[in-house]
Nanobody, 123 residues
Framework: QVQLVESGGGLVQAGGSLRLSCAASGRTFSRYTMGWFRQAPGKEREFVAAISWIGGSTYYPDSVKGRFTISRDNAKNTVYLQMNSLKPEDTAVYYC????????????????WGQGTQVTVSS
C-alpha cells in the first residue's frame, strides 16, 4: 500500500513558477513509476509528467515540455514537479500517482493517487 500526499500548490501570476511535492509512504517507493496529472473543471484528467522508478527516464506531453520538470528523491520518498513559465491554462488540480512498474506510464492506469493540490495561474 502506498499513500501519496501532494503539497506546493497555490496562486501564481502567469510567467511565474511553482514546485509541487508528493510525499509517499512505503518502503518500496524506489520501485514505483511516478506520474503527475492535472484536472481542470469540466475536463478529463490529463497526463503531465512521469518518471521511471530509477529516475533515468522522464516523459512529458508537448503542452508542458520545456516548462515542467519531474524529479524524484528516493531517499526522501518524494517526487517533485517544477513548473516554470506558467500559463492560465495550467490552472487545475494536480495529482501525483504511483504504479509498481519499471516503464513510463502516460495513461491514468496507476495504482495509487494522492488527493490533489490546486494550482491557479492568473493572467
Amino acid at each position: 500500500q502506498v499513500q501519496l500526499v501532494e503539497s506546493g500548490g497555490g496562486l501564481v501570476q502567469a510567467g511565474g513558477s511553482l514546485r509541487l511535492s508528493c510525499a509517499a509512504s512505503g518502503r518500496t517507493f524506489s520501485r514505483y513509476t511516478m506520474g503527475w496529472f492535472r484536472q481542470a473543471p469540466g475536463k478529463e484528467r490529463e497526463f503531465v509528467a512521469a518518471i521511471s522508478w530509477i529516475g533515468g527516464s522522464t516523459y512529458y506531453p508537448d503542452s508542458v515540455k520545456g516548462r515542467f520538470t519531474i524529479s524524484r528523491d528516493n531517499a526522501k520518498n518524494t517526487v517533485y514537479l517544477q513548473m516554470n513559465s506558467l500559463k492560465p491554462e495550467d490552472t487545475a488540480v494536480y495529482y501525483c500517482a504511483a504504479r509498481a512498474t519499471i516503464i513510463i506510464v502516460t495513461t491514468t492506469d496507476y495504482n495509487y493517487w494522492g488527493q490533489g493540490t490546486q494550482v491557479t495561474v492568473s493572467s
